[in-house]
């Protein structure tokens, strides 16, 4: 059996040779070089999957611009920075995707492609509104609604609402603010009822969103190969942020209805809710074929969404977490296999599971 890191690795490959993701994304999904994802790719294309997990991963750099290189740069200009003129675009792309070009070698190859022209007034006609993804499951729009669900009544709160770009299906989950636990328990209630998206499309938000790095949800992304992309201006939030709005007409109403006013009763509601909601708002795709992927072993969603974190342990086997110390509960002869280190795992409902050298263990809160 495949480890996950290798299934990883064999499943971004597969996406990318069927046209779905970029090399770009690739690189950023398994934090690997260009010249690294090109190798991988033509050994996995020749070999298969097993020509990838025995692959030893070398470290070089390309000075050339392949052919497949220039064509992904231009689909991210395509699908995000369609209005965007060379200057913003290059500043965009190594900012956001880790792309250094020079501003003439963009204004070029988006001349030869159509996406950019000398004349200001003729260049106007090129923006266009971006296309719905053909099936479901391609990209996935997330974004918080602080709103007075209740009317008062009971506490202000924030709808975590998921639009698949595709049909328009709408998951709904509330919470008291747009926090780091919103965006993990959803997501995770979103791929537990549905399977992986290729891609969850946010804004920029502290909780899912650095500049440079990863949030801890952008980790647990990249664990379960889920491209992540934040959204540059407000119109590449449309179709969630319109969802908003009927949201915040027809759901109050039947808040009102219902005589809920609690964010546990709203959550008991929502299903039922949501079944009829969908049933009217979404459509039909244009390919049927559902694009989410399940949760295939060695892959474990609960430990893939977990927030993970490096402790000491002292000789007395204590670590401290979150300013309670534990005790690992070990006999004399397990303890020298424990480590010098643990991981500390925090799962999505607020459990933790500790992993020495030797795998899980056994923890006692002192």
Not at 152 to 172: P, S
Not at 180 to 197: C, L, M
Not at 206 to 225: E, F, H, I, P, Q
Not at 243 to 255: E, I, M, N, P, Y
């Amino acid at each position: 059996m495949l480890s996950a890191s290798m299934l990883r690795r064999v499943e971004a490959f597969t996406l990318v040779n069927a046209g779905v993701y970029s090399i770009e994304e690739a690189m950023a999904l398994l934090s690997l070089a260009r010249s690294t994802v090109y190798r991988l790719l033509d050994e996995f294309r020749r070999g298969g999957a097993e020509a990838v997990s025995t692959a030893a991963i070398r470290n070089s750099n390309a000075r050339a611009y392949p052919a497949d290189f220039r064509a992904d740069v231009l689909n991210i200009i395509r699908e995000e920075y369609a209005d965007y003129g060379p200057q913003l675009i290059k500043e965009n792309l190594e900012e956001n995707h880790d792309i250094r070009l020079a501003r003439e070698t963009i204004r070029r190859w988006m001349l030869e492609a159509g996406l950019w022209v000398a004349d200001h007034a003729a260049r106007r006609l090129l923006h266009k509104p971006r296309k719905r993804m053909q099936r479901p499951g391609e990209l996935v729009q997330i974004d918080g609604s602080n709103h007075d669900w209740f009317e008062g009544i009971g506490e202000r709160c924030t709808a975590m609402v998921f639009v698949d770009d595709a049909t328009g299906r709408t998951q709904v989950m509330m919470f008291p603010s747009e926090s780091g636990h919103a965006y993990f328990a959803s997501t995770y209630q979103y791929i537990e009822a549905n399977g992986r998206p290729l891609r969850f499309y946010t804004d920029k938000y502290t909780a899912v969103y650095v500049r440079d790095g990863k949030t801890s949800w952008g980790k647990s992304m990249n664990r379960l190969n889920i491209l992540h992309s934040a959204a540059n201006y407000a119109e590449g939030k449309g179709r969630v942020e319109n969802r908003h709005r009927t949201l915040q007409d027809r759901l109050v109403k039947a808040f009102r209805k219902e005589g809920i006013c609690s964010i546990d009763q709203a959550n008991a509601f929502l299903p039922s809710f949501l079944a009829r909601f969908n049933e009217r708002f979404s459509k039909v795709p244009a390919l049927s074929e559902d694009a989410h992927r399940p949760i295939i072993p060695p892959m474990d969603l609960d430990r893939a969404m977990s927030i993970v974190e490096e402790r000491r342990v002292t000789r007395q086997l204590v670590f401290t977490y979150e300013g309670a110390r534990y005790v690992i509960q070990a006999t004399a002869r397990e303890a020298p296999s424990i480590g010098p280190r643990v991981t500390v795992e925090r799962r999505v409902n607020g459990e933790l599971a500790v992993y020495g050298t030797a795998g899980l263990l056994n923890i006692r809160r002192v």
